[in-house]
T-cell receptor, first 110, second 114 residues
């Protein structure tokens, strides 16, 4: 599988703050990028997908993609305790296989 | 998003027995399904890729005779863990895609082999 690296965390932020998650990938031909949220003991849940360079916003979440730098990030604005979870960066190759990062655990302090 | 149903959510079996896990795409045709295994505090590790009507492709190090995968229709794939042992205890997760879109995950199956 291709390499996907995430900032290791854990990341602790106060309620209302911005949580910033970073991810780099090794396969330059990758075209599809995803952020999943996984609560303990549960399956991953897709929260953002991004396919072209730039920013994509969806509610309190903003994904940023820079293919030249092979970098994708996720910002969570106005963090809530319910955002406390592990966030997985995933990159899809031409074979439709997803390669996952190790995940970054986020804790939002009330 | 699309719905992928995985069953059972939890199963406990005796060592040496076999367990079948089903993965269904409820509202779309899944040309490709993936099976993952996740150990505690680790990320998802891809076990195999299955395409409807063809043999599954296994990742390196995954025993195809132990983890039997069948993708008989565009909405159903099954994973059978044969002759299960305690070290097979894990969280097994399927995902499905129609090809050029996001992959959607099932709820996962917590397998415990005693």
């Amino acid at each position: 599988q291709k390499e996907v690296e995430q900032n290791s965390g854990p990341l602790s932020v106060p309620e209302g703050a911005i949580a910033s998650l970073n991810c780099t990938y090794s396969d330059r031909v990758s075209q599809s990028f995803f952020w999943y949220r996984q609560y303990s003991g549960k399956s991953p849940e897709l929260i953002m997908s991004i396919y072209s360079n730039g920013d994509k916003e969806d509610g309190r979440f903003t994904a940023q993609l820079n293919k030249a730098s092979q970098y994708v990030s996720l910002l969570i604005r106005d963090s809530q305790p319910s955002d406390s979870a592990t966030y997985l960066c995933a990159v899809m190759g031409n074979d439709y296989k997803l390669s996952f990062g190790a995940g970054t655990t986020v804790t939002v302090r009330a | 998003g699309a719905v992928v149903s995985q069953h059972p959510s939890r199963v406990i079996c005796k060592s040496g027995t076999s367990v079948k896990i089903e993965c269904r795409s409820l509202d779309f045709q899944a040309t490709t399904m993936f099976w993952y295994r996740q150990f505690p505090k680790q990320s998802l590790m891809l076990m195999a890729t299955s395409n409807e009507g063809s043999k599954a492709t296994y990742e390196q190090g995954v025993e195809k005779d132990k983890f039997l995968i069948n993708h008989a229709s565009l909405t159903l794939s099954t994973l059978t863990v044969t002759s299960a042992h305690p070290e097979d205890s894990s969280f097994y997760i399927c995902s499905a895609t129609s090809g050029d879109t996001e992959a959607f995950f099932g709820q996962g199956t917590r397998l415990t082999v005693v």
